[in-house]
């Protein structure tokens, strides 16, 4: 398995080590585009790592859910590769329609 390098701080808001339960998790804007989707569901149970989280929400979402769950996962991620590699910025909100956009 790729591991993700860890930046000392996170691009998009600056905070902690960038990690991959940082950037899906943790980040408050992954948490404002989860919270625009209908997902604040997928906060109510505590996890110290990405592969227990995972391994949660898709055992508790619907198919349709874990659809559009992977779908925003691959969105956060590409979102956070074109701040990080390109300087292009797009709000939690952008990012939550095109989310919906690829979903509907």
């Known amino acids: 398995m790729r591991t993700v390098m860890v930046e000392d ?12 339960f940082h950037v899906f998790y943790l980040c408050p804007t992954a948490k404002e ?19 227990s989280w995972l391994t949660w929400v898709f055992s ?3 198919n349709e859910q874990c659809r559009s769950f992977c779908c925003g996962l691959w969105l956060i ?15 939690s909100w952008d990012i939550s329609k095109k989310i919906q956009s690829y979903i509907l």
């Open 33 to 51: 585009i989860w919270s625009h989707l209908n997902f604040s569901w997928i906060f109510n149970n505590s996890h110290m790592d990405t592969w």
């Open 9 to 20: 701080r996170c691009s998009r808001c600056g905070q902690e080590g960038e990690d991959s």
């Open 60 to 62: 508790q979402g619907t």
């Open 77 to 91: 991620w590409r979102n956070r590769n074109k701040l990080l590699y390109e300087n292009i910025s797009n709000t």
